[in-house]
């Protein structure tokens, strides 16, 4: 059983920074490949980001690359979101993922995952 809690969001104006964190407990993160996700309203949810299990290899959303990093401390069992350049449009609630043994990551291949986190929410407005 692995726990997950989200945090770091809240409400910031267009062109701001956040950086939304994903806390382990339960289980080794290096277990897990991990993956961000986020639901607006009246929209699908959709993938964000990844991250392998060593933090090898990423991937991101076409609507975010260039503007979101992910990244992982496995020593902390925690993996970051650092959100910048941010548009009204990211606004929604952001969720950690987390899928047992699985090689690799890709936004497809995160879903589903094993565990979801309760997500937080980000607001990007003026």
């Known amino acids: 059983q692995l726990q997950l809690v989200e945090s770091g969001g809240g409400l910031v104006q267009p062109g701001g920074s956040l950086r939304l964190s994903c806390a382990a407990s339960?289980?080794?993160?290096?277990?897990?490949?991990i993956a961000w996700f986020r639901q607006a309203p009246g929209k699908e949810r959709e993938g964000v980001s990844c991250i392998s299990r060593s933090g090898g290899s990423t991937n991101y959303a076409d609507s975010v690359k260039g503007r979101f990093t992910i990244s992982r401390d496995n020593a902390k069992n925690t993996v970051y979101l650092q959100m910048n350049s941010l548009k009204p449009e990211d606004t929604a609630v952001y969720y950690c993922?987390?899928?047992?043994?699985?090689?690799?990551?890709?936004?497809?291949?995160?879903?589903?995952?094993?565990?979801w986190g309760q997500g937080t929410q980000v607001t990007v407005s003026s």
């Open positions: 993922a987390a899928a047992f043994l699985r090689p690799g990551c890709t936004i497809a291949t995160m879903y589903p995952p094993n565990y």
């Open positions: 339960g289980n080794t993160m290096d277990y897990y490949a």
